[in-house]
């Protein structure tokens, strides 16, 4: 063999052990570098979603009714962080109702927009004929309505809709005082006591598996609750809770809440309302018992 042939021989054995080097180092030969790996989703581009906004916070007429604005929080930064905010009809204009929807695009869903404050922004709808006394609902949970409202503006309902039950012994105002006291949703209404300006209401709710089948073991376990009220004029208002038969817990917070309507009640069963007293602090072993034999 030539020297050049030996020469050629000897390069690339050296190539083949720098190589092996980088391998043990690099994690291989080419362009891989050492260190972590920046993701696609570090890198790429700052894709772009479709959101609603996470506040409606307005709505006002304008054009003899024929248009509504809405006013909503949308996302704000140092770069621009909306396009194509609008509202748009999801269904025919029905005899007392309009429904909308309020969308826009935006990068604020990834950290690198910037896109971290809010601002108001303003969208508008144009109706097939005039709002008159409709209802209109965004988004499926926000209504509003002209009735009780200074023209152009519309009024924001509330929880319980755009004309809340009369405060009562009715089952629409015991469903507002259920509200009242945040009880969870599918509770059931155990029983009540009710005069009009007094309430009493025990309420229960299911725990455990859902089950279609409620003798089955394990698939009627249920906690509750007992709550006192006091009709005012806007809605039945929580006095007190309590599990205690009688009157006593009320009548402590509430003395003209009437006898007749608290004298006959029961405890309420320790399955319904179990009490959870604190755990007591663990005893510090005695000398004795660390003590050496």
Excluded: N
């Amino acid at each position: 063999m030539g020297s050049a042939g030996r020469r050629d021989g000897r390069g690339a054995v050296v190539g083949a052990v720098l190589c092996v080097v980088a391998v043990l180092l690099l994690g291989g030969c080419g362009t891989q570098v050492a260190g972590p790996r920046a993701s696609p989703s570090a890198t790429g581009p700052i894709p772009w979603t479709v959101f609603e906004p996470s506040e409606v916070t307005g709505a006002r007429l304008a054009d003899g009714g024929r248009t509504v604005l809405f006013d909503a929080q949308v996302p704000s930064g140092a770069r621009p962080c909306v396009r194509d905010f609008k509202a748009v009809l999801t269904d025919p204009v029905q005899k007392d109702l309009v429904r909308v929807q309020l969308t826009f695009s935006s990068p604020s869903g990834d950290r690198r927009s910037g896109c971290d404050k809010e601002r108001s922004a303003t969208a508008r709808v144009r109706l097939p004929v005039a709002l008159g006394s409709r209802e209109v609902v965004v988004d499926d949970y926000v209504q509003f309505t002209a009735g009780g409202a200074k023209a152009p503006a519309l009024r924001l309902c509330g929880k319980l809709g755009c004309t809340p039950p009369a405060t009562g012994c009715t089952d629409a105002s015991y469903d507002q005082a259920l509200m009242a006291v945040d009880a969870p949703e599918h509770t059931y209404r155990d029983s009540q006591e009710c005069d009009g300006k007094w309430l009493v209401m025990d309420f229960s709710w299911r725990t455990g598996p859902a089950c279609g089948d409620d003798s089955a073991p394990g698939c009627s376990s249920r906690l509750g609750d007992r709550w006192f009220f006091r009709a005012e004029k806007s809605a039945w208002v929580p006095i007190v809770e309590g599990a205690a038969g009688g009157c006593r817990v009320v009548q402590r917070r509430a003395p003209a809440f009437p006898a007749s309507l608290c004298s006959g009640l029961a405890p309420l069963s320790a399955s319904l309302h179990p009490s959870y007293p604190p755990v007591s602090a663990s005893p510090s072993p005695s000398p004795s018992s660390s003590g050496r034999s």
